[in-house]
């Protein structure tokens, strides 16, 4: 079996992060070993990473395999500062032998790399740098590399397209320095053939799996769940004069909550959006911050703080260019408002006159001015991270002065964090985007965590707010997680490391890849990573097949979380295969709940029938029938939907009244299990038809021509059409 997991931080071979050993009973030795044999194995060799990395552009890509398991992990393009933070803490958790990149690289790669090699004292020891040719880390040759590698755990018998497709589930080929870092990774691995020294050259080295690392403290959230809950939104830019790199944020999670003055402020809200984190610590900190400018008594000190925050322009790059004596006036002057603390300086009639008067001695007067200015240059750069220093505060003190105006504004409350729960409960949760949108919208609640049901069913009529309500869970969810307060009246996030979402998806041209097989990996990759204290959304999964093998492939993705029992993964599954429930397809006993439709059920409701079983919950989003009109009140409630009430959409959407009604007879035939019969006036129409091209053919025949015979015309002509005449 291959090896495809998410490493939750710095011990990537534990199958449990934080596991004690000490959870285990002391074993005695086994009969028949001696100390030496005991002593030979503690003296084997520890295991060694092997690191690459890449940076260009403030994005990180990592790749790294541990001789442990044999394993590549990997970690998809991050944001990272040009001080490289998150490439130390890497480092610093992972603890490599070597750190393989690229000869040609920024210069601030390889200031740091000549730090880190200068680290005598760097404990556990410093490790080496290896510098490859750049052409070892082209794009299309990294494809090549990870397509021709020999991996136990894909067949022989994988055609080249196969193989793609399985890989392109587990490795993210959208994310370019990453999968350039795992081609680099490659061939640092087969030139010094890492494991397999003595081995023949045929013997390649052994390579067991995949897996995605996350660094301790942070969320593991996908690209796919970042575009399916809406919290980045890349949009064309209406003017024509931005064609080019005309992207702007559209209707999304981050531009909502983006109200930062400065630049720096927005670059840090994007970088803890890009890294959610369940340290407690650091989580706590920002709410109080939030909560603290929230006081009504600290309203005008927070918006006067807000204000003067948009005066601080690019100091990094000011700084760069007084480096390399590039300093402009307008650098200056975006120094000098910074730091004048708003102190004037002007030229009175009395200073022109002395101009007037010395005016010969304006070369003199430039040399001085000269002076002055490089000694000053001096000074600043002298104190250059003291500067940094005040702009990271500033920055970090922007976002929280961000969050906590969105919060005032839309009436977000402060979460709870439990790290005893195991899941979310949300109390009256809205959807932070769509209650923007909407006239008006109804709140829900949310509970998953104990004994709870651990896989949530949602079922409903089209268009009656399941995916609305999914993408809500996440978004609360996430938004906490990155230390904002949320859409909800009450909300206590526990101890969730990742979110993982099979929502909405497209064709993938690049990769060759349908719609089907794009929700497919979506769910892979939370069937192979998803833990106990993973939340996992899905939406319609199955409907990119036929009803029946997309029915099976749901069932069997729940059952397999099911046989994992308590330690099943925390699921919300919005559906219309309510033959799920009506063929009875997942397993009932201890680990199933069913829970009856209650009519009336308003959300906020805590009421749970205990006489039900902990693992699957049931729920539909209430609706009520008026004549031929069906009233959604996209409320979360108790039970199952009767039907999908297709046609009542289909109506909506325009669609003609008798397809409709031909529509819901072939329906109610196929439930009762009768013949579908064709339309008799539709028969009728297909018969005259047919008669008139059969007739319209005989009067084109030339009888008077002998060599017309008739008997092929009747074979061929009208006996065939006899059956669709008759």
């Known amino acids: 079996m291959f090896s495809v997991g998410t490493i939750p931080g710095g011990t990537p071979q534990s199958p449990e992060p934080g596991a004690a050993s000490a959870s285990f009973p002391s074993l005695a030795p086994v009969s028949g070993r001696g100390e030496a044999e005991e002593e030979e194995d503690n003296e084997q060799e520890p295991a060694e990473i092997y690191l690459c990395a890449l940076w260009t552009s403030g994005y990180l890509g990592i790749a790294y395999y541990d001789t442990s398991d044999s394993t590549i992990h990997f970690m998809p393009d991050a944001p990272d500062h040009e001080s490289l933070k998150l490439l130390q803490r890497v480092l610093d958790e992972i603890n490599p032998r070597s750190v393989v990149t690229s000869a040609k690289q920024d210069e601030n790669m390889t200031r740091f790399l000549g730090k880190l090699a200068s680290q005598e004292h760097r404990e556990p020891k410093r490790p080496e740098i290896v510098f490859l040719p750049s052409v070892d880390f082209g794009l299309e040759i990294s494809k090549q590399r990870l397509l021709a590698g020999n991996y136990s755990f894909i067949p022989d018998s994988m055609t080249t397209t196969e193989k793609i497709l399985f890989l392109s589930s587990i490795i993210p080929f959208d994310c370019l320095l990453t999968v350039r870092a795992l081609g680099g990774l490659l061939k640092f691995l087969g030139r010094r053939r890492i494991g397999v020294e003595l081995e023949d050259y045929n013997v390649s080295v052994p390579i067991l799996g995949f897996k995605k690392f996350v660094l301790t403290h942070l969320v593991s959230i996908d690209q796919d769940t970042y575009s399916v809950l809406q919290i980045f939104k890349s949009e064309s830019h209406p003017s024509v004069y931005k064609v080019a790199s005309g992207l702007k944020e559209g209707l999304s999670l981050f531009g909502i909550l983006n109200r930062c003055h400065c630049k720096w402020g927005q670059k840090l809200l994007r970088l803890w959006f890009t890294r959610p984190t369940h340290d407690l610590g650091e989580l706590n900190s920002r709410l ?121 504004d839309y009436g977000y409350s402060r979460p709870r964090y439990s790290p005893q729960l195991l899941g979310v409960r949300i109390l009256n949760g809205r959807h932070p985007l769509m209650e923007l949108c909407a006239r008006t919208f109804v709140p829900n609640s949310a509970e998953c965590g104990g004994d709870k049901g651990r896989i949530k069913v949602i079922t409903g009529p089209n268009s009656s707010g399941k995916s609305i309500y999914l993408k809500q869970v996440g978004l609360i969810t996430f938004m906490a997680l990155v230390g904002s307060f949320v859409p909800a009246e009450e909300a206590e996030i526990g101890a969730v490391d990742a979110i993982f979402t099979r929502i909405h998806s497209c064709e993938s041209i690049s990769l060759g890849l349908s719609t089907f097989m794009t929700d497919l990996n979506q769910v892979a990759k939370a069937v192979n990573n998803a833990t106990k204290q993973s939340l996992v959304l899905i939406d319609e999964f199955g409907k990119g097949t036929n009803t029946v093998d997309g029915l099976a492939l749901l069932a069997a993705v729940l059952r397999h979380w099911l046989a994992l029992g308590p330690m099943c993964p925390h699921i919300f599954v919005a559906t219309n295969f309510l033959s799920l429930v009506q063929l009875q397809l997942l397993p009932q006993g201890p680990l199933v709940q069913y829970l009856g439709l209650a009519k009336g059920f308003r959300a906020g409701s805590r009421d749970i029938d205990d006489t039900l079983s902990p693992c699957i919950s049931f729920k539909t989003m209430e609706t009520c029938e008026d004549g031929d009109d069906l009233v959604f009140f ?93």
């Not at 990094?316 to 730091?339: A, C, E, G, N």
């Not at 009430?645 to 196929?670: C, F, M, W």
Request: with cysteine; proline share 3%.
């Open 634 to 726: 996209y409320q979360v409630c108790e039970g199952i939907a009767n039907a999908s009430h297709a046609s009542y959409t289909a109506a909506q959407a325009g669609l003609p009244g008798n397809l409709i009604a031909r529509g819901k007879e072939v329906s109610d035939l196929i439930r009762s299990g009768k013949p579908i019969k064709p339309v008799k006036e539709l028969l009728k129409e297909k018969q005259m038809e047919n008669c008139q091209t059969l007739v319209d053919k005989f009067l084109k025949l030339d009888l008077e021509d002998p060599s017309l015979d008739l008997d092929i015309f009747m074979s061929q002509e009208v006996l065939p059409a006899a059956t669709g005449i008759l």
């Open 288 to 408: 109080d911050v939030i909560q603290f400018f929230l006081l009504p008594q600290n309203l005008d000190m927070a918006q006067m703080l807000h204000r003067l925050l948009g005066h601080i322009k690019n100091v990094p790059l000011i700084l760069k260019r007084m480096k390399l004596s590039h300093t402009k006036v307008s650098d200056w002057q975006v120094l000098y408002k910074f730091l004048s603390e708003e102190k004037l300086h002007y030229r009175s009639a009395r200073t022109k006159e002395l101009d007037a008067l010395l005016g010969d001695l304006h070369c003199d007067i430039r040399d001085q001015e000269t002076l002055l200015m490089y000694q000053l240059q001096c000074q600043v750069l002298a104190r250059a991270a003291v500067l940094t220093r005040v702009l990271d505060l500033a920055s970090r003190l922007d976002v929280l002065l961000a969050l906590a105006s969105a919060a005032r």
